[in-house]
Nanobody, 115 residues
Framework: QVQLVESGGGLVQPGGSLRLSCVAS????????AYWYRQAPGKQRELVAV???????TYADSVKGRFTISRDNGRNTVDLQMNNLKPEDTAVYYC?????????WGQGTQVTVSS
């Protein structure tokens, strides 16, 4: 069993930055890919960024050049640095990891980009 807990969301003005953090209850990110998803009201959950166990990263086109995913195996954390935020980035952001045939999700953290 793995618990994932996200933090770092909040209200920010357009052009601002936030750093989201996901901490796992046990070692998982060193051997499993980690994902950040988001879900805006009335929309489907979408994949934002991925970091695999080797450290390779992939981003949705909508966030390329603005978001950076990183991992700290020693702290069992995966972070999402979000710069130049736009109103369309407003959503609940979720951390996800898969291991042992199971998929684990955090409770989500709200990000609101508004002036």
């Amino acid at each position: 069993q793995v618990q994932l807990v996200e933090s770092g969301g909040g209200l920010v003005q357009p052009g601002g930055s936030l750093r989201l953090s996901c901490v796992a209850s046990r070692t998982i990110f060193s051997f499993s890919a980690a994902y950040w998803y988001r879900q805006a009201p009335g929309k489907q959950r979408e994949l934002v960024a991925v970091i695999d166990y080797g450290g390779s990263t992939t981003y949705a086109d909508s966030v390329k050049g603005r978001f950076t995913i990183s991992r700290d195996n020693g702290r069992n954390t995966v972070d999402l640095q979000m710069n130049n935020l736009k109103p369309e980035d407003t959503a609940v952001y979720y951390c996800n990891a898969n291991t042992g045939g199971r998929s684990y999700w955090g409770q989500g953290t709200q990000v609101t980009v508004s002036s």
